[in-house]
């Protein structure tokens, strides 16, 4: 089966199929909530451990600071007023007592968001108030839609930024709204600050209602991993909802280096004192992966200064967009590479490759054929722009801090057009070396529009900067819930997740997580599905949260010592460490267990 026909496989299956279709198989006892703790663990002081006055940096997409599951329930407790006395809870009738009079005063009218459930294996009814997904608010100019942002007149401090948000204290248990049970206000955003794309920062109590969306989804999905919900009110709430987070948007250049601005990110970051830094995104292209960068140094000293470090390790596996081969010398290898004309909705004009080895002595030489059958003459050192056939080639060689050497070729072409068709390159070391060559288009794509047709394709060396950081925890990501076809069986490692060693020799993944069909909140009021090593990195995050509230004077080698010397081993782990699962699957409890000794 292709890798393009497996991601429309998983496309249609949560996109397409009636919800529950093919997930019908998974019975409600057998699914995996994640994000939840088997029993109640304390810090010092006798409170729940909830990530309470722990701060997470994430850099990614941004966050939706208008979901419900993204506030603190510290606007105070209300009761509600059974208007007509029939004993049940009528949204659009019944009210919120706001100004504790006894009476349904104008302005009190409650109603609901049933929030959009597109996780297929949890199980809701859109069609009543459930407290254990949905969310009150009260519709003070009843016109049975929630009001919120600048848009509709709310400003930053309108609690809950909007008409506001309720939570049910459900006292029996029976997911309704029953007479005598109390409400708790939404009012504080659990975000402090946003560093936007464009470098401007956006702070709760100043500007936060005025934060960019996340146009793609990304960081909210992380974050409802993290902190979303409420502790013992939503099925479906973050490891710490008590926790509080400071987001750093990536803002992305059409061509790579993709990500520029990690410097500045991080540096915005640690100046807001987080406890820990999560990194969600994942590069390779001309990149050296050996640590040797700017970004890699200062993440080195992040995690010195005690701040943990912790980041998806990749899902570039199974993408054939890296190849491995043990050249000898003077021979002559032929290297061939696909590109289509779009991909993901966009035209194709641009495919890059890095070549990387680690022997600066060696000048190489490659030459690259066209579709329109046109050779360039053999590129071996400096850099240059040049026109071969009807197309662009530019080239540079460079070697890193730690000896790595990068070869970075760059293919548009002359008119603006596409660069699709078969293309190769021939490749000749006069000495043996070690060669690994990355590729990727304008899509910069996991899965592999323009990718490597040859039989040295291999996953092994896979693990994604910046988590090609000496001191970054790369995690790694494994099924779990229900099994998609070609993705990995059910709690084995997902055949995306990068693995291997890195180029300078470091074992590429520290642990896994589950990574494959788990649940979290999605922009514009949802619950979805979330997937990718993207999706572990928040879990290995979530456990280190609670740690830290357990014990503030953990440092990051400590916490990665306690995470890795309390993993599950399994027969899908195997013997550990090894370069595939790192030291096993993350062992949230365990941790804290271990901790608490």
């Given at each position: 089966m292709s890798d393009i026909f497996k991601k429309l496989i998983a496309v249609f299956i949560i996109t397409i199929l009636p919800a529950g279709f093919l997930y019908a198989q998974v019975k409600a006892d057998k699914i995996w909530i994640t994000t939840k703790l088997s029993e109640k663990y304390y810090d010092k002081e006798g409170n729940i451990l909830t990530g309470k006055g722990v701060v997470v940096g994430d850099v990614d997409s941004g966050i939706d600071i208008f979901h419900p599951m993204f506030f603190f329930a510290d606007g105070g407790e209300y009761n509600w007023i059974d208007v007509n006395g029939d004993g049940k809870f009528e949204p659009g009738k019944d009210a919120v007592d706001l100004n504790k009079n006894g009476k349904d005063d104008r302005g009190e009218i409650l109603n609901y968001i049933d929030l959009r459930n597109e996780t297929y294996l949890i199980q809701s009814d859109p069609k009543v108030y459930e407290p254990?997904?949905?969310?009150?608010?009260?519709?003070?100019?009843?016109?049975?839609?929630?009001?919120?942002?600048?848009?509709?007149?709310?400003?930053?401090?309108?609690?809950?930024?909007?008409?506001?948000?309720?939570?049910?204290?459900?006292?029996?248990?029976n997911n309704k709204l029953d007479v005598g049970e109390k409400l708790n206000a939404l009012q504080t955003s659990k975000v402090r600050a946003v560093r936007e794309k464009s470098g401007t920062i956006r702070r709760r109590g100043v500007d936060l209602i005025k934060t960019e969306p996340d146009s793609i989804g990304h960081g909210t999905g992380v974050s409802g991993i993290l902190l979303g919900g409420h502790y013992g009110v939503q099925k479906l709430h973050g490891i710490?909802?008590?926790?509080?987070?400071?987001?750093?948007?990536?803002?992305?250049?059409?061509?790579?280096?993709?990500?520029?601005?990690?410097?500045?990110?991080?540096?915005?970051?640690?100046?807001?004192?987080?406890?820990?830094?999560?990194?969600?995104?994942?590069?390779?292209?001309?990149?050296?992966?050996?640590?040797?960068?700017?970004?890699?140094e200062l993440t080195n000293e992040i995690a010195r200064s005690g701040i943990t470090v912790i980041g998806g390790g990749g899902n570039l596996a199974d993408g054939n967009m890296h190849i491995k081969d043990t050249i000898p010398a003077n021979v002559v290898r032929i290297y061939n590479f696909s590109a289509p004309k779009e991909a993901e909705g966009k035209k194709n004009d641009g495919a890059f490759i890095s070549f990387l080895w680690r022997q600066p002595e060696l000048n190489i030489s490659f030459k690259i054929k066209a579709p329109?059958?046109?050779?360039?003459?053999?590129?071996?050192?400096?850099?240059?722009?040049?026109?071969?056939?009807?197309?662009?080639?530019?080239?540079?060689?460079?070697?890193?801090?730690k000896g790595t050497v990068m070869f970075k070729i760059g293919i548009s072409e002359k008119d603006s057009g596409t660069v699709n068709g078969d293309w190769s390159v021939e490749v000749v070391s006069p000495g043996d070396v070690i060669l690994d060559g990355f590729i990727v288009d304008v899509t910069q794509s996991w899965g592999g529009s323009t990718r490597w047709k040859s039989d040295k394709i291999t996953g092994e060396g896979t693990v994604t900067f910046p988590c090609t950081a000496d001191s970054?925890?790369?995690?790694?990501?494994?099924?779990?819930?229900?099994?998609?076809?070609?993705?990995?069986?059910?709690?084995?490692?997902?055949?995306?997740?990068?693995?291997?060693?890195?180029?300078?020799?470091?074992?590429?993944?520290?642990?896994?997580?589950?990574?494959?069909?788990?649940?979290?909140?999605?922009?514009?009021?949802?619950?979805?599905?979330?997937?990718?090593?993207?999706?572990?990195?928040?879990?290995v995050v979530g456990a280190a949260i609670l740690m830290l509230q357990y014990d503030k004077s953990l440092t990051h080698t400590q916490i990665r010592n306690i995470l890795l010397a309390t993993t599950t081993r399994d027969e899908f782990t195997g013997s550990v460490p090894n370069t595939n699962w790192g030291f096993g699957k993350l062992n949230t409890e365990a941790a804290i267990k271990y901790l608490m000794k």
């Open positions: 254990d997904m949905d969310f009150l608010y009260v519709d003070r100019n009843l016109n049975g839609k929630r009001d919120f942002g600048e848009k509709d007149g709310f400003t930053e401090a309108d609690p809950t930024y909007g008409e506001q948000f309720f939570i049910t204290r459900d006292a029996n248990v710490a909802p008590d926790a509080e987070i400071v987001m750093a948007n990536i803002k992305y250049n059409y061509t790579p280096r993709f990500v520029t601005s990690f410097p500045e990110m991080l540096t915005f970051l640690r100046t807001e004192g987080i406890n820990i830094l999560l990194f969600e995104d994942g590069e390779w292209m001309y990149e050296y992966m050996d640590g040797s960068t700017e970004e890699e329109d059958g046109t050779v360039t003459s053999g590129l071996k050192d400096g850099s240059e722009f040049m026109k071969s056939g009807k197309y662009n080639i530019y080239y540079e060689r460079s070697v890193s801090p970054c925890m790369a995690i790694g990501a494994y099924t779990v819930n229900y099994e998609w076809p070609g993705y990995g069986k059910l709690n084995d490692l997902c055949s995306y997740s990068g693995i291997g060693y890195n180029i300078n020799g470091k074992m590429g993944i520290d642990l896994c997580a589950p990574g494959h069909t788990t649940f979290t909140t999605s922009t514009n009021y949802g619950y979805g599905n979330f997937s990718g090593t993207s999706s572990a990195a928040p879990h």
